[in-house]
């Protein structure tokens, strides 16, 4: 029987929510526990393209309300910490772009000229021209224009390693979860018959959420999944883009983001209206067909004749929401002790861990003395997509 640990928070799922949050707490003098079924940020984390959104994609069809929107201070806190001067040091996480760029075709001026006169987005956007555009852009066959975003884009493995490193010792492999109740109150979880007592527990598992709650026999709050299938290419030839390619409707027509190999090769990650619900209904060979078309179309000086491609099937898990979602702030719902939620956005970790934290500071949780923890037996890193798919 291992033996039994006392915490302050057991966090569940060690995707960028719960790691964000653990590396908080601990910065705060909290002891943490955080319990990973599989890898750490093997989930959506290291599957998400890594852009740190401000909300222009939301204003582009108007969904962004105003300044009172988290998302719209996460480029500055992200920044801080990458500079290690924020609420966590992150130096050493790459930086794979300090800005995302809105590329538009050519077709769309005067639908654009709109966009960038709203209120939402003045300030935050400029636009580039010559040199100053993106690298995969900077052809003479290139007509379209192009827009700076005040937004970042981070390597999300680089970013999972160095919040498993603030985690410190309190990352554990485990497998089965139970509640662990206490005249029919939750006090902890056995986790492979572990015993953990905490003050609370906090739920980040992303997409297993639901069925954790339905191991702890609660019901709400409810999840939706939203599936996408993205299209992964990679060739010698692949120049650094990281931009939404606008097609005049709400979404964009693709989101390109460039990731770096182990072999030293670029790897675009290609997401955005191709990989949703039309995308998501084809087969792989036929969604390789469409991003082949798309790219052709929009980036014909781009030789592909020797990439290799490969698409991911991956769902976004999210808070069940009914008609319009509200994609600019994380969501946290609470139980007794029990603390459930999902960021929504990589970009929104930030914001996941300051709700558990005023619901901490609102209940008068504080840190117990710290009593040491034995040695756990630790999971391993999640591995990104293409390394597996097109090693
Ligand atoms: C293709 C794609 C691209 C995206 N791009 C962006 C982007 O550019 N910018 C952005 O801001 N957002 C993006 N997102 C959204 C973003 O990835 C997610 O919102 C975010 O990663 C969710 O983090 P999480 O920690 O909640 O979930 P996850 O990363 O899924 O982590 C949950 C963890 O819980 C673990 N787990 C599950 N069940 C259990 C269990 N029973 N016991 C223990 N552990 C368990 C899982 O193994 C996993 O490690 C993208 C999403 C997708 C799918």
């Known amino acids: 029987m291992p033996s039994p640990i006392s915490t302050d928070v057991l966090i569940v799922g060690a995707g960028v929510a719960g790691l964000w949050l653990n590396a908080r707490l601990r910065r705060q003098g909290f002891s943490t526990v955080v319990v990973e079924n599989a890898s750490l940020g093997g989930g959506q984390s290291v599957k998400s393209q890594g852009i740190i959104h401000g909300g222009a994609k939301y204003a582009l069809h108007g969904a962004l309300t105003g300044a009172s929107e988290a998302i719209a201070d996460m480029p500055r806190r992200w920044r801080e910490a990458l500079a290690g001067s ?57 007509k379209g224009k192009v827009y700076r975003l005040a937004e970042l884009v981070v390597d999300v493995p680089s970013l999972i390693q160095r919040l498993a490193e603030l985690g410190g010792d309190s990352l554990l492999a485990g497998q089965v979860i139970e509640p662990w109740l206490e005249h029919n109150v939750l006090v902890g979880l ?89 995308g998501v209904a084809r087969e792989p060979a036929a969604q390789i067909a469409a991003a082949q078309k798309e790219l052709g179309q929009l980036l014909p000086w781009v030789d592909l ?70 040695e756990l037996p630790r999971p391993p890193l999640g591995v990104p997509a293409w390394e597996q798919l097109l090693p």
Not at 195 to 224: D, F, H
Not at 234 to 241: E, F, I, Y
Not at 334 to 355: I, M, N, Q, Y
Request: proline content about 8%; overall charge positive; charged content about 20%.
């Open 190 to 278: 056995r986790v492979d018959g572990r015993e953990i007592r905490a003050q609370r527990i906090v739920l980040s598992a992303g997409a297993g959420t639901a069925e954790l709650l339905t191991a702890l026999g609660q019901s709400k709050p409810l999840m939706q999944r939203r599936p996408l299938h993205m299209v992964l290419v990679k060739g010698p030839t692949l120049k650094p883009l990281y931009a939404h390619c606008l097609g005049g409707g709400p979404k964009p027509r693709i989101t390109v983001t460039t990731h770096p190999a182990a072999d030293g090769q670029w790897v675009w990650y290609v997401g955005g209206d191709l990989a949703e619900a039309e």
């Open 305 to 374: 004749s020797d990439a290799r491609w490969a698409t991911l099937r991956v769902d976004r898990a999210e808070p069940q929401q009914s008609g319009l979602s509200r994609p600019d702030n994380a969501f946290l719902a609470e139980e007794g002790r029990l603390l459930v939620g999902w960021p929504t956005k990589l970009a929104l970790a930030p914001d996941f861990a300051d709700r558990v934290i005023n619901a901490l500071q609102r209940d008068g949780i504080v840190a117990n003395p710290p009593t040491p923890l034995p």
């Open 86 to 142: 924020g609420e966590l040091d992150l130096t050493g996480v790459r930086l794979l772009s300090d800005a995302h760029y809105l590329w538009s075709p050519g077709t769309l001026a005067g639908n654009l000229t709109s966009f960038f006169a709203s209120k939402a987005v003045r300030g935050r956007v400029d636009q580039v021209k010559g040199e100053q555009l993106p690298p995969a852009l900077q052809d003479k066959r290139f």
